[in-house]
């Protein structure tokens, strides 16, 4: 979805994979720099000008498939071991409900440690977007629908989805020509397409 926005308004991108919470503030303190994919939450609304929702995103808690574990309620998840990724969307939202750092969240840098630690019972839940963490068992070489059971679905994230959005100090001039170029990739069918290739 970035490389067709960039097309369709001409820019040439620098692509960089970056640690999370690197990612993150490079963002916020650098001009013109894009992130993607990034949950829109009230907390996050202040340090970013969002250009607009690029994927969809369902968060979860998952465990593995066979432990039987549901949740109706978040706070029951307290007295389990969580796999969150630092100052992501999933892990800010966990804090900000009362869990802690190194108590019954344990935070990593990648989003893939988080899932090998889920295999291999280091954690009994991984909070994460169910694109990415398809995404993540698959890249395993796993099959999601037999290693990835739903224990508690988290509404007060990523509802409306994961958009792409710049720092503050962007130029409004550049964050309309980002939200105008992906305005027409989604009128012009090819945000339809590229969802039917890769969801």
Same mark, same amino acid.
């Not at 750092?101 to 344990?106: A, D, I, T, V």
């Not at 890249?139 to 958009?163: C, M, N």
């Given at each position: 979805?970035?490389?067709?926005?960039?097309?369709? &308004?001409?820019?040439?991108?620098?692509?960089?994979?970056?640690?999370?919470?690197?990612?993150?503030?490079?963002?916020?303190?650098?001009? *013109?720099?894009?992130?993607?994919?990034?949950?829109?939450?009230?907390? +996050?609304?202040?340090?970013?000008?969002?250009?607009?929702? &690029?994927?969809?995103?369902?968060?979860? =808690?998952?465990?593995?498939? $066979?432990?039987?574990?549901?949740?109706?309620?978040?706070?029951?998840?307290?007295?389990?071991? &969580?796999?969150?990724?630092?100052?992501?969307?999933?892990?800010?939202?966990?804090?900000?409900? $009362?869990?802690?750092? $190194?108590?019954?969240?344990?935070? *990593?840098?990648?989003?893939? !440690?988080?899932?090998?630690? =889920?295999?291999?019972?280091?954690?009994? =839940?991984? &909070?994460?977007?169910? =694109?990415?963490?398809?995404?993540?068992? +698959?890249?395993?070489?796993?099959?999601?629908?037999?290693?990835?059971?739903?224990?508690?679905?988290?509404?007060?994230?990523? *509802?409306?989805?994961?958009?792409?959005? !710049?720092?503050?100090?962007?130029?409004?001039?550049?964050?309309?020509?980002?939200?105008?170029?992906?305005?027409?990739?989604?009128?012009?069918?090819?945000?339809?397409?590229?969802? $039917?290739?890769?969801?």
């Amino acid at each position: 979805m970035v490389e067709a926005v960039l097309k369709e &308004i001409k820019v040439q991108g620098n692509f960089q994979s970056l640690p999370w919470a690197r990612a993150y503030e490079t963002t916020q303190n650098t001009e *013109s720099t894009l992130i993607y994919s990034i949950g829109r939450t009230k907390e +996050r609304e202040k340090f970013f000008k969002w250009v607009g929702i &690029i994927a969809p995103a369902d968060y979860y =808690l998952f465990s593995l498939l $066979g432990r039987n574990l549901k949740f109706d309620q978040l706070d029951e998840a307290k007295k389990y071991q &969580i796999g969150t990724v630092n100052e992501d969307v999933g892990e800010q939202f966990l804090v900000s409900k $009362g869990f802690v750092k $190194g108590k019954n969240l344990q935070s *990593s840098v990648k989003y893939g !440690f988080n899932y090998e630690k =889920l295999k291999l019972g280091r954690v009994d =839940l991984w &909070i994460m977007g169910e =694109l990415t963490a398809y995404y993540l068992a +698959r890249q395993a070489g796993d099959d999601p629908a037999k290693v990835l059971a739903k224990a508690h679905r988290i509404t007060e994230l990523g *509802s409306d989805g994961y958009y792409m959005a !710049f720092g503050i100090n962007t130029p409004d001039a550049l964050v309309e020509r980002f939200r105008n170029g992906l305005e027409t990739v989604k009128k012009n069918g090819t945000f339809d397409a590229l969802k $039917g290739k890769w969801l």
